[in-house]
């Protein structure tokens, strides 16, 4: 499984960004998707998850109504809608995938390369 991450950059305070990151491979079945963040001298937190099955979301209590996370199943990927963006949300940001191997109960988890997010006021 690998991940494939793009979007991001810098922004003013207020504005928006969209983060998207797809996942190639074989032979296994994404569980749910999401983004976690790590800002320097921070460490990587959840910002937010959706499961592929129904599309239940998990927002961190941060970016709670300003980030949307949406899922496109047929492509195997997650995409973040981010707005209202705020200086504390500077880091660099990590796509996470959860998936099965066919005939395979145990959950892995797999990280794409990070994605710089820049905001300034």
């Known amino acids: 499984v690998q991940l494939q991450a793009s979007g991001g950059g810098s922004v003013q305070a207020g504005g928006s960004l969209k983060l998207s990151c797809a996942a190639s491979?074989?032979?296994?079945?994404?569980?749910?998707m999401g983004w976690y963040r790590q800002a320097p001298g921070n460490q990587r937190e959840l910002v937010a998850t959706?499961?592929?099955?129904?599309?239940?979301?998990n927002y961190a209590d941060s970016v709670q109504g300003r980030f949307v996370i949406y899922r496109a199943n047929a492509e195997k990927a997650v995409r973040l809608q981010m707005n209202s963006l705020k200086d504390e949300d500077t880091g660099i940001y990590y796509c996470?995938?959860?998936?099965?191997?066919?005939?395979?109960?145990?959950?892995?988890?797999?990280w794409g390369q990070g994605t710089q997010v820049t905001v300034s006021s």
């Open positions: 996470n995938a959860e998936v099965r191997r066919f005939g395979r109960s145990n959950r892995l988890h797999y």
């Open positions: 491979g074989s032979g296994f079945i994404i569980d749910a």
């Open positions: 959706i499961t592929f099955d129904v599309g239940t979301t």
